[in-house]
């Protein structure tokens, strides 16, 4: 992975062909205060350049936080519910009382994204979905 990518910020990787991931972005994208969080679909040059670099990721079908190591060292990777709390981490606000989350085990958690991830399909009506990112927020999404 480049590694000045990560320098600017996070990444936010989602499921490129999920109506569900998509509308999931649109919703992270309109209470991000701070604009510095990318957006890059897994099956893109730079999803596909991460998932090489983290081999523990194969078969991810996830949403996948990546930023840079606090140490300034290589990238770190959040999957499953840690991604979606750290999601409501940066996003703050009432978005943080999401962060109580971690006092459920991480074994539940994930066994309540992945029923979640399972049927996102068939959840709110979203089928597969092409994100077409607005003019003003374009800049924030890579290949």
Avoid at 38 to 44: E, V
Avoid at 69 to 74: C, D, F, L, M, R
Avoid at 133 to 140: F, G, K, L, N, T
Wanted: hydrophobic share 40%; glycine share 12%.
């Amino acid at each position: 992975m480049e590694p000045h990518i990560l320098d600017a910020g996070p990444v936010l990787l989602y499921d490129g062909n999920c109506g569900f991931c998509a509308d999931s972005v649109q919703l992270v994208l309109r209470h991000d205060r701070r604009g510095t969080l990318r957006f890059a679909p897994l099956q893109g040059k730079f999803g596909r350049t991460v998932l090489a670099g983290h081999p523990e990721l194969e078969g991810t079908d996830s949403m996948v936080w990546v930023e840079r190591e606090p140490t300034g060292g290589a990238s770190r990777v959040l999957v499953r519910s840690n991604a979606g709390l750290r999601i409501a981490g940066y996003l703050g606000g009432p978005w943080r009382l999401a962060i109580l989350g971690r006092l459920i085990p991480r074994i539940v958690r994930d066994r309540i994204y992945d029923v979640i991830a399972r049927h996102r399909h068939q959840l709110m009506g979203s089928g597969p979905g092409c994100l077409v990112p607005a003019s003003d927020v374009r800049e924030r999404f890579l290949q």
